[in-house]
């Protein structure tokens, strides 16, 4: 597909989701409002997993990291919420690099296992230190957004247009490319000339610096930060499950991926336990009869 | 003036294997050194390290006078040094075009986008190697000469100074080879060093300057490509005899019911028609060659016949229909095929990818089997617990051989066998099939465009040509009625 018609294509799906609030209820509004969040940590994986190859077993770790870091100068320093965010996507992104640098160094699969115990780290440490973090409970926050539904809302979905723009921009860019062939063959890419672990490392940080700025926004959005929505592993697996839904490689199949999952999940809530099974089961089921995910399958029968 | 590359004391080790030693050579501008040695020599091995995608033990590499020993390996490709590898391996995700685009941006974090100049060049590049006509397909559609080009395309695209070809020609048809041959010695012409590796031994000696012969990691013998051959080390490690047409008694079971019998079976890839109405069969113990050039349709008759592609018509093999069979079944009903992608278990070690194959059997047959097998490959013997992955190319290709024969196969199908093998391994080769033939029931199948291989292996030819068959005969008449175009 061309580059014109993805563009037209979203443009106008973007303006008929900034129409909804002027049709549904505020409930579903805040669903959506959480989907796009989540929108935007399944992209950022899909860079390093779909182009640099790096499979990222703990985009928890990025996205709690940048929330607490948001959230706890909020709290202790009554900072305002724009430097909150700013520090906090920032703190995901020396996270991200500290964990990183030394973890590229290995090979295959040692590069996802790292990434997992980093969560399971990030996860006690906050457990521990309860009486500063909230532990389990959370932490509150004097700051919220937006108490108006629809600003919420909105503020939501130009923060998922953007960063959709970038990362989609960013993937289809030369750097892009070079990010491809490192990850499809690093012996290959350094032999024509591109230092493999650079590019990686700068995908490793767009990556944790959009997880960490979407992080520190959802908190904000919801007023308190819990390791249940932001660092917790199931949030981490969703985002996985999200992306890969939705389409490796795509970048804007993780969104749809993200949003499905959470609206689904919400539409079968009433069904108790059971509900989790189904998502689960029409996950499994996408990924092992359409490998491409949603978007990859569209766009694959689009060219034939 | 200081050669271009120069390699002095170069050692490296893998574990326990010495797999260069004390390496020297160099290489001027305007010069084609050729670098020739048995399998597992070391000659790709020697390529990585100049590269630094493999790090030495000792020793120096210098690129027109500087030291590059050591320094990873694209900091290298921008002092100038492109490689061939001797697999080909592109993005398989990108056009013809992007691929050679890649291989001219600059290593940057900040360039979004792709000057437009950088398009322009891709063009000029792909129109010098001859890609100029599939520029916007994928490389998984292209036949594999043109793959081949793209990864010439890629080496040369930051003009190296030092350009590094691994068996360019392996797998290339004659008419394919000279073409190559022209486009290398251009290198030379515009002053680059270039150091070839390559079985080849003709097309070598005729392109190169100078020839330098290794065995076993060290040098043996270096000259004009003349001289080296002549060399007594390396005729009787490298070269070997010349491959022999053994007298072939007629085979009784001639008239016997065909043990093999394919009756108008086309396949389709999408809208292309790789196999069209193709009828072919093969007596029990016979030996039958398939040749044709790439892309003609041998892999996919083979594959049609191993049950791996879906085809239409008829397959029998020993009477019974094959259709709606699963490559598993099939290869338990005694169809064995070792194709040209060698198919290996990359992280098992030799041993056990040989044991894999001879599971089956009672426990003292495949005893047997695998002494004789390393034995006819002593290679494998010494290599038998390194992870198959690592092994050299002609190593690997032996490997899937002995594989194959590990199965102790009713029909035995050679997917291009000689593919990277040394001349002497050839011989080797040779003789393990004529062995085959005198004491043993297997019947063989042999796709090759290598003629000079196929025929004395041969009771009977067949000329494969644009999915479908254009000959058919003995090997004395092939020479006189279709070898124009092999030979
Ligand atoms: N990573 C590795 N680990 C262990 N052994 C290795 C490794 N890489 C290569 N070897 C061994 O080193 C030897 C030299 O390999 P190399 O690939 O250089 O051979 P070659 O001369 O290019 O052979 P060919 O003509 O078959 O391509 C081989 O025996 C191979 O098995
Ligand atoms: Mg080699």
């Known amino acids: 597909m061309s580059n014109t018609k993805t563009f037209a294509i979203a443009a106008i799906v973007v303006v008929a989701l900034a129409c909804l609030p002027f049709g549904v209820s505020g409930y579903v509004l805040g669903l959506l409002t959480l989907a796009y969040y989540f929108g935007v940590f399944a992209m950022s994986w899909d860079l390093l997993f779909g182009f640099a190859g790096e499979v990222n077993f703990g985009p928890s770790f990025l996205i709690g990291l940048g929330a607490y870091t948001a959230g706890m100068l909020n709290h202790y320093a009554h900072m305002p919420i724009w430097g909150c965010v700013i520090l906090g996507s920032l703190a995901s992104v020396i996270g991200g690099l500290l964990l990183a640098i030394p973890a590229l160094r290995l090979s295959g699969p040692y590069f996802g296992l790292t990434t997992l115990v980093a969560v399971l780290l990030l996860q006690n440490v906050i457990v521990l230190f309860a009486g500063w973090t909230g532990g389990e409970i959370g932490l509150d926050l004097p700051d919220v957004l937006s108490i108006d539904d629809r600003n919420n809302y909105w503020i939501s979905l130009a923060f998922m247009t953007i960063s959709g723009a970038i990362l989609f921009g960013l993937s289809r860019s030369a750097v892009g490319l070079i990010l491809q062939a490192s990850g499809q063959d690093a012996i290959q890419a350094g032999a024509l000339g591109f230092n493999v672990t650079k590019h990686k490392l700068a995908a490793f940080c767009v990556s944790a610096l959009f997880s960490g700025l979407a992080g520190a926004m959802l908190i904000f959005y919801e007023g308190t930060a819990s390791p249940g929505t932001v660092v917790d592993i199931g949030v981490g697996v969703q985002v996985i499950i999200a992306a890969v839904l939705g389409g490796r490689r795509t970048i804007l199949g993780a969104a749809l991926g993200a949003i499905f999952l959470i609206v689904a999940g919400e539409i079968l809530r009433p069904l108790g336990e059971i509900s989790t099974f189904i998502v689960s089961a029409v996950a499994l089921a996408v990924i092992l009869f359409f490998p491409g995910g949603f978007l990859g399958t569209l766009l694959h029968r689009g060219a034939r | ?487």
């Not at chain 2, 030379?188 to 031994?201: K, M, S, W, Y």
């Not at chain 2, 392109?207 to 009787?236: N, P, S």
């Not at chain 2, 194959?357 to 013997?381: M, N, Y």
């Not at chain 2, 494969?464 to 068959?469: D, K, P, T």
């Open chain 2, 1 to 487: 003036m200081a050669d271009l590359l120069e390699v002095s004391g170069l050692t490296k080790r893998f574990g326990g294997l010495v797999a260069v030693k004390d390496m020297h050579l160099r290489v001027g501008a305007g010069e084609i050194l050729g670098l020739i040695g048995p399998n597992g020599s070391g000659k790709s091995t020697v390529m990585k390290l100049i590269m630094g995608i493999e790090k030495p033990n000792a020793g120096s590499v210098r690129i027109g006078g500087v030291e590059v020993a050591g320094m990873p390996s694209h900091r290298i490709a921008r002092m100038g040094v492109g490689i061939v590898f001797q697999h080909s391996r592109p993005l398989h995700r990108q056009t013809v075009l992007e691929n050679i685009k890649l291989a001219l941006l600059p290593d940057s974090l900040l360039q979004l986008f792709a000057a437009s100049h950088i398009d322009d060049r891709a063009r000029e590049i792909a129109a010098r190697v001859h890609l100029d006509h599939v520029m916007d397909r994928l490389p998984g559609t292209l036949p594999f000469a043109d793959l081949r080009r793209l990864e010439l395309a890629r080496a040369i695209a930051r003009n190296p100074k030092v350009v590094l070809v691994d068996e360019p020609f392996a797998g290339l048809t004659s008419g394919e080879v000279a073409d190559f041959s022209a486009l290398i010695a251009s290198f030379r012409a515009e002053g680059h060093a270039v150091l070839l590796v390559d079985h080849n031994v003709k097309s070598v000696a005729a392109l190169v300057d100078r020839a330098l012969a290794m065995y076993l990691g060290e040098f043996i013998a270096e000259g004009t490509a003349d001289a080296v051959m002549k060399d007594e080390t390396v005729r009787r490690v490298y070269l070997g005899g010349a491959i022999q047409t053994a007298a072939r008694t007629p085979l009784e079971a001639n008239n016997s019911a065909p043990l093999l019998e394919v009756e108008d079976v086309s396949v389709f890839y999408g809208k292309a028609q790789a196999l069209q109405n193709v009828s072919l069969h093969v007596g029990a113990r016979e030996f039958v060659s398939v040749v044709g050039l790439n892309g003609a349709g041998k892999t996919t008759l083979f594959n049609a016949i191993s049950g791996l592609v879906p085809s239409t018509g008829k397959i029998r093999f020993d009477g019974h229909d094959l259709t709606g069979r699963t490559g598993a079944q099939i290869a338990r009903a005694g169809i064995v095929q070792c194709p040209e992608s060698r198919e290996l278990f990359g992280e098992m070690s030799v041993r056990e990818n040989l044991d894999l194959g001879g599971q089956h059997l009672p426990r003292d047959v495949s005893a047997r089997q695998l002494e004789w097998l390393l034995e006819l490959f002593p290679i494998l013997k010494s290599r038998h617990s390194q992870a198959a992955r690592t092994l050299s190319g002609g190593e690997q290709q032996m490997l899937a051989i002995a594989r194959a024969l590990m199965m102790q196969p009713r029909l035995l199908i050679l997917d291009e066998p000689t593919l990277g093998l040394a001349p002497v391994i050839l011989e080797q080769l040779s003789k393990a099939l004529e062995n085959l033939r005198q004491n043993t029931e297997i019947t063989v199948l042999l796709g090759e465009q290598n003629v000079t291989f196929a025929l004395p292996h041969a009771d009977r030819v067949y000329v494969l040509e644009h999915a479908h068959f254009i000959w058919e005969g003995s090997p004395e008449r092939f020479a006189v009625e279709a070898g124009a175009q092999f030979l």
